[in-house]
Protein backbone atom coordinates (compact mmCIF):
# COMPACT_ATOMS: atom_id res chain seq x y z
CA UNK A 1 0.00 0.00 0.00
CA UNK A 2 2.47 2.33 0.89
CA UNK A 3 4.70 1.31 -2.07
CA UNK A 4 1.60 2.01 -4.25
CA UNK A 5 1.04 5.30 -2.74
CA UNK A 6 4.61 6.61 -2.96
CA UNK A 7 4.70 5.31 -6.46
CA UNK A 8 1.58 8.29 -7.18
CA UNK A 9 3.39 10.31 -5.58
CA UNK A 10 6.51 10.05 -7.44
CA UNK A 11 4.51 10.53 -10.87
CA UNK A 12 2.66 13.75 -9.54
CA UNK A 13 6.12 14.83 -8.69
CA UNK A 14 7.38 14.37 -11.97
CA UNK A 15 4.28 15.18 -14.08
CA UNK A 16 4.69 18.97 -15.15
CA UNK A 17 2.06 21.55 -16.01
CA UNK A 18 3.51 21.50 -19.69
CA UNK A 19 3.18 17.45 -19.99
CA UNK A 20 -0.38 17.66 -19.43
CA UNK A 21 -1.11 21.32 -21.64
CA UNK A 22 1.35 19.09 -23.75
CA UNK A 23 -0.78 16.18 -24.17
CA UNK A 24 -4.05 18.33 -24.09
CA UNK A 25 -2.98 20.14 -26.92
CA UNK A 26 -2.33 16.61 -28.99
CA UNK A 27 -5.19 15.28 -27.99
CA UNK A 28 -7.81 18.27 -28.96
CA UNK A 29 -5.92 18.73 -32.22
CA UNK A 30 -6.48 15.12 -33.40
CA UNK A 31 -9.83 15.18 -31.92
CA UNK A 32 -10.01 18.55 -34.47
CA UNK A 33 -9.27 15.79 -37.32
CA UNK A 34 -12.05 12.82 -36.32
CA UNK A 35 -15.44 12.65 -37.92
CA UNK A 36 -18.01 13.86 -34.71
CA UNK A 37 -20.05 11.18 -33.21
CA UNK A 38 -23.09 12.96 -33.81
CA UNK A 39 -23.01 14.94 -37.22
CA UNK A 40 -26.09 16.70 -37.05
CA UNK A 41 -26.37 17.53 -33.27
CA UNK A 42 -29.46 19.75 -33.55
CA UNK A 43 -31.85 16.69 -34.62
CA UNK A 44 -32.20 15.72 -30.72
CA UNK A 45 -32.91 12.18 -29.89
CA UNK A 46 -33.57 11.21 -34.04
CA UNK A 47 -29.79 10.80 -33.53
CA UNK A 48 -29.96 8.78 -30.40
CA UNK A 49 -30.47 5.78 -32.23
CA UNK A 50 -27.62 5.97 -34.56
CA UNK A 51 -25.35 7.10 -31.79
CA UNK A 52 -26.22 4.37 -29.15
CA UNK A 53 -25.95 1.64 -31.84
CA UNK A 54 -22.85 2.42 -32.84
CA UNK A 55 -20.84 2.78 -29.24
CA UNK A 56 -22.38 -0.58 -28.62
CA UNK A 57 -21.64 -2.40 -31.35
CA UNK A 58 -17.58 -0.49 -30.72
CA UNK A 59 -18.14 -2.07 -27.10
CA UNK A 60 -18.61 -5.48 -28.77
CA UNK A 61 -15.70 -5.27 -31.41
CA UNK A 62 -13.83 -4.33 -27.90
CA UNK A 63 -15.44 -6.86 -25.91
CA UNK A 64 -15.46 -9.91 -27.83
CA UNK A 65 -14.02 -8.88 -31.09
CA UNK A 66 -17.13 -9.16 -33.11
CA UNK A 67 -19.67 -6.75 -33.83
CA UNK A 68 -22.98 -9.20 -32.61
CA UNK A 69 -25.06 -6.97 -34.80
CA UNK A 70 -28.69 -9.37 -33.70
CA UNK A 71 -27.51 -8.49 -29.81
CA UNK A 72 -26.38 -4.81 -30.52
CA UNK A 73 -30.37 -4.22 -32.17
CA UNK A 74 -32.04 -5.82 -29.09
CA UNK A 75 -30.04 -3.98 -26.44
CA UNK A 76 -30.26 -0.75 -28.40
CA UNK A 77 -34.22 -1.42 -28.57
CA UNK A 78 -34.37 -2.04 -24.60
CA UNK A 79 -32.25 0.84 -24.11
CA UNK A 80 -34.52 3.31 -26.20
CA UNK A 81 -37.33 1.32 -25.45
CA UNK A 82 -38.45 1.13 -29.51
CA UNK A 83 -41.75 0.35 -30.03
CA UNK A 84 -40.47 -2.07 -33.54
CA UNK A 85 -37.68 -3.94 -32.64
CA UNK A 86 -34.44 -3.25 -34.44
CA UNK A 87 -33.18 -5.80 -36.61
CA UNK A 88 -29.35 -6.67 -37.44
CA UNK A 89 -30.56 -5.01 -40.71
CA UNK A 90 -31.69 -2.56 -39.09
CA UNK A 91 -28.28 -2.03 -37.37
CA UNK A 92 -25.52 -2.13 -40.31
CA UNK A 93 -26.18 0.94 -41.82
CA UNK A 94 -25.12 2.43 -38.82
CA UNK A 95 -21.59 0.83 -38.56
CA UNK A 96 -18.27 1.68 -39.97
CA UNK A 97 -16.14 -1.55 -40.80
CA UNK A 98 -12.93 -1.54 -37.45
CA UNK A 99 -10.37 0.72 -38.76
CA UNK A 100 -12.20 3.09 -41.18
CA UNK A 101 -13.45 6.57 -40.37
CA UNK B 1 -37.49 -6.19 -5.67
CA UNK B 2 -37.18 -9.50 -7.33
CA UNK B 3 -35.34 -9.84 -10.68
CA UNK B 4 -35.49 -12.82 -13.44
CA UNK B 5 -32.99 -15.22 -12.33
CA UNK B 6 -31.64 -15.03 -15.94
CA UNK B 7 -30.85 -11.02 -15.04
CA UNK B 8 -27.02 -10.49 -14.12
CA UNK B 9 -26.14 -10.37 -11.05
CA UNK B 10 -23.46 -7.94 -10.94
CA UNK B 11 -26.45 -5.47 -13.28
CA UNK B 12 -28.41 -6.53 -10.14
CA UNK B 13 -26.52 -5.03 -7.96
CA UNK B 14 -25.52 -2.00 -9.31
CA UNK B 15 -29.33 -1.23 -9.59
CA UNK B 16 -29.78 -1.64 -6.37
CA UNK B 17 -27.08 0.36 -5.44
CA UNK B 18 -28.77 3.50 -8.48
CA UNK B 19 -32.22 2.79 -6.97
CA UNK B 20 -30.59 3.58 -3.76
CA UNK B 21 -28.80 6.41 -4.66
CA UNK B 22 -31.71 8.11 -6.16
CA UNK B 23 -33.76 7.09 -3.18
CA UNK B 24 -31.40 9.21 -0.80
CA UNK B 25 -31.21 12.46 -3.14
CA UNK B 26 -34.95 12.83 -3.16
CA UNK B 27 -35.26 12.14 0.87
CA UNK B 28 -32.97 15.50 0.88
CA UNK B 29 -34.94 17.43 -1.48
CA UNK B 30 -33.87 20.83 -1.11
CA UNK B 31 -35.09 23.98 -1.58
CA UNK B 32 -34.46 26.11 -4.45
CA UNK B 33 -33.18 28.94 -2.57
CA UNK B 34 -30.70 26.64 -0.82
CA UNK B 35 -29.86 24.79 -4.07
CA UNK B 36 -29.03 28.15 -5.25
CA UNK B 37 -27.16 28.70 -2.31
CA UNK B 38 -25.21 25.62 -2.87
CA UNK B 39 -24.87 25.96 -6.52
CA UNK B 40 -23.18 29.43 -5.93
CA UNK B 41 -20.76 27.51 -3.64
CA UNK B 42 -19.75 24.59 -5.36
CA UNK B 43 -20.84 24.89 -9.11
CA UNK B 44 -20.36 21.52 -10.33
CA UNK B 45 -20.34 21.54 -14.01
CA UNK B 46 -22.14 17.86 -15.94
CA UNK B 47 -19.69 15.67 -16.99
CA UNK B 48 -19.47 11.98 -17.36
CA UNK B 49 -18.49 11.52 -14.50
CA UNK B 50 -20.40 13.53 -12.53
CA UNK B 51 -24.05 13.37 -14.37
CA UNK B 52 -27.54 15.35 -13.27
CA UNK B 53 -29.72 13.56 -10.43
CA UNK B 54 -32.51 13.24 -13.41
CA UNK B 55 -29.64 11.49 -15.98
CA UNK B 56 -29.20 8.85 -13.03
CA UNK B 57 -33.24 8.34 -12.70
CA UNK B 58 -33.21 7.76 -16.86
CA UNK B 59 -30.31 5.52 -16.24
CA UNK B 60 -32.04 3.44 -13.62
CA UNK B 61 -35.17 2.98 -16.25
CA UNK B 62 -32.87 1.66 -18.96
CA UNK B 63 -31.21 -0.45 -16.45
CA UNK B 64 -34.56 -2.08 -14.86
CA UNK B 65 -36.01 -2.80 -18.66
CA UNK B 66 -32.08 -4.90 -19.50
CA UNK B 67 -32.82 -6.36 -16.30
CA UNK B 68 -36.24 -7.26 -17.22
CA UNK B 69 -37.84 -6.90 -20.62
CA UNK B 70 -38.47 -10.69 -21.98
CA UNK B 71 -36.38 -10.12 -25.06
CA UNK B 72 -33.18 -9.83 -22.95
CA UNK B 73 -33.60 -13.65 -21.67
CA UNK B 74 -31.49 -14.51 -23.96
CA UNK B 75 -29.35 -11.87 -24.54
CA UNK B 76 -27.33 -12.08 -21.00
CA UNK B 77 -26.69 -15.77 -21.23
CA UNK B 78 -25.15 -15.38 -24.77
CA UNK B 79 -23.16 -12.64 -23.42
CA UNK B 80 -22.34 -14.40 -20.20
CA UNK B 81 -21.17 -17.34 -22.19
CA UNK B 82 -18.67 -15.30 -24.81
CA UNK B 83 -17.73 -13.53 -21.74
CA UNK B 84 -16.10 -16.97 -20.05
CA UNK B 85 -13.49 -16.73 -23.24
CA UNK B 86 -12.44 -13.52 -21.70
CA UNK B 87 -10.58 -14.20 -18.81
CA UNK B 88 -8.20 -11.21 -18.84
CA UNK B 89 -11.17 -8.94 -18.53
CA UNK B 90 -12.92 -9.65 -15.05
CA UNK B 91 -16.74 -7.92 -15.65
CA UNK B 92 -17.55 -7.58 -19.69
CA UNK B 93 -20.97 -7.29 -18.66
CA UNK B 94 -20.53 -4.31 -16.12
CA UNK B 95 -18.04 -2.68 -18.59
CA UNK B 96 -20.86 -3.45 -21.55
CA UNK B 97 -23.46 -1.29 -19.41
CA UNK B 98 -20.91 1.03 -18.73
CA UNK B 99 -20.59 2.02 -22.05
CA UNK B 100 -24.06 2.00 -22.15
CA UNK B 101 -24.87 4.69 -19.56
CA UNK B 102 -21.75 6.43 -20.80
CA UNK B 103 -23.02 6.83 -24.50
CA UNK B 104 -26.64 8.35 -23.01
CA UNK B 105 -24.38 10.75 -21.12
CA UNK B 106 -22.32 11.87 -23.63
CA UNK B 107 -25.19 12.09 -26.09
CA UNK B 108 -27.02 14.68 -23.91
CA UNK B 109 -23.49 16.61 -23.19
CA UNK B 110 -22.86 16.74 -26.62
CA UNK B 111 -26.28 17.35 -27.50
CA UNK B 112 -26.83 20.19 -25.28
CA UNK B 113 -24.16 22.56 -27.14
CA UNK B 114 -25.02 21.50 -30.82
CA UNK B 115 -22.09 22.32 -33.38
CA UNK B 116 -21.63 21.62 -36.95
CA UNK B 117 -18.46 19.70 -37.65
CA UNK B 118 -16.68 23.04 -39.14
CA UNK B 119 -17.77 25.03 -35.64
CA UNK B 120 -16.73 21.79 -33.81
CA UNK B 121 -12.94 21.58 -35.64
CA UNK B 122 -12.24 25.55 -35.36
CA UNK B 123 -13.46 25.61 -32.00
CA UNK B 124 -10.82 22.88 -30.68
CA UNK B 125 -8.46 24.29 -32.69
CA UNK B 126 -8.83 27.42 -31.40
CA UNK B 127 -8.54 25.48 -27.63
CA UNK B 128 -5.63 24.17 -29.01
CA UNK B 129 -3.39 27.61 -30.06
CA UNK B 130 -4.73 29.25 -26.71
CA UNK B 131 -2.58 26.13 -24.76
CA UNK B 132 0.30 26.31 -27.18
CA UNK B 133 0.21 30.00 -26.43
CA UNK B 134 -0.07 28.86 -22.52
CA UNK B 135 3.07 26.60 -22.68
CA UNK B 136 4.83 29.25 -24.58
CA UNK B 137 4.12 31.92 -21.89
CA UNK B 138 4.86 29.54 -19.27
CA UNK B 139 8.46 28.63 -19.98
CA UNK B 140 8.77 32.36 -20.77
CA UNK B 141 8.66 33.35 -17.30
CA UNK B 142 11.41 31.56 -14.42
CA UNK B 143 8.69 31.80 -11.67
CA UNK B 144 5.77 30.09 -13.68
CA UNK B 145 8.25 27.80 -15.22
CA UNK B 146 9.43 26.88 -11.50
CA UNK B 147 6.23 26.61 -10.21
CA UNK B 148 4.66 24.53 -13.45
CA UNK B 149 6.88 21.86 -12.85
CA UNK B 150 5.51 21.55 -8.94
CA UNK B 151 1.97 22.41 -9.54
CA UNK B 152 0.49 18.56 -10.08
CA UNK B 153 2.18 17.25 -6.79
CA UNK B 154 1.20 20.67 -4.63
CA UNK B 155 -2.18 20.27 -6.00
CA UNK B 156 -2.54 16.77 -5.25
CA UNK B 157 -0.98 17.36 -2.07
CA UNK B 158 -3.22 20.27 -1.10
CA UNK B 159 -6.23 18.16 -1.88
CA UNK B 160 -5.14 15.44 0.60
CA UNK B 161 -4.46 17.25 3.48
CA UNK B 162 -7.79 19.04 2.86
CA UNK B 163 -9.80 15.92 2.63
CA UNK B 164 -7.19 14.60 5.49
CA UNK B 165 -8.59 18.01 7.75
CA UNK B 166 -12.16 17.41 6.34
CA UNK B 167 -11.96 13.96 8.23
CA UNK B 168 -10.50 15.31 11.30
CA UNK B 169 -6.84 13.47 10.91
CA UNK B 170 -5.09 16.31 11.06
CA UNK B 171 -5.68 19.64 13.41
CA UNK B 172 -7.77 22.60 11.46
CA UNK B 173 -5.34 24.73 12.52
CA UNK B 174 -2.04 23.51 10.53
CA UNK B 175 -1.66 25.71 7.66
CA UNK B 176 -1.62 23.38 4.34
CA UNK B 177 0.94 25.80 2.59
CA UNK B 178 3.69 24.80 5.46
CA UNK B 179 3.16 21.46 5.68
CA UNK B 180 1.84 20.38 1.92
CA UNK B 181 5.52 19.94 0.40
CA UNK B 182 7.12 18.51 3.55
CA UNK B 183 4.61 15.45 3.43
CA UNK B 184 4.98 15.46 -0.58
CA UNK B 185 8.37 14.95 -0.21
CA UNK B 186 8.06 12.31 2.51
CA UNK B 187 6.58 10.50 -0.19
CA UNK B 188 9.00 10.69 -2.45
CA UNK B 189 11.85 9.63 0.12
CA UNK B 190 9.76 6.35 1.11
CA UNK B 191 9.70 5.61 -2.91
CA UNK B 192 13.31 5.83 -2.38
CA UNK B 193 13.74 3.83 1.10
CA UNK B 194 14.42 0.16 -0.31
CA UNK B 195 12.68 -1.37 2.90
CA UNK B 196 9.46 0.68 2.49
CA UNK B 197 9.67 -0.05 -1.70
CA UNK B 198 10.35 -3.91 -0.94
CA UNK B 199 7.79 -4.30 2.28
CA UNK B 200 5.30 -7.03 1.61
CA UNK B 201 2.54 -7.45 3.62
CA UNK B 202 1.17 -10.06 2.58
CA UNK B 203 4.83 -11.87 3.75
CA UNK B 204 5.13 -13.46 7.06
CA UNK B 205 8.41 -12.00 7.07
CA UNK B 206 6.95 -8.67 6.24
CA UNK B 207 10.09 -8.56 3.56
CA UNK B 208 10.17 -10.07 0.23
CA UNK B 209 12.03 -12.78 -0.76
CA UNK B 210 15.21 -12.47 -2.83
Redesign the interface.
Known amino acids: MMYRLAYWAKQAQDTKLDDLLQHMAETLEAESHVSPDIKQPGRGDQALKAFLIRRVSSAFWSLYGQPLDEIAAQITTVVLNLETPLTRDDVRPYLVPPGRK | MAFPDWAPAILVDQYTRLSSEINVRQAFVLTDEKEALVENLQPVEESRLSPRPAQLEVEAD?LF??LT?P??RS?WP??SR??TR?PF?TE?IS??WD??K???R??RI??AH????AE??KS??S??SK??A??QA??ADPFAKAY??????IH??RKNLNYRRDEGEIPPEYEEERICLAL?LD??K??DNKE??D?D?ENSNGMKHR
Open positions: VRLHDMIALLSLLPTLEVYALDFLTPQTPRRLLVVVKLQISAKELMALTSCIAFIRYP
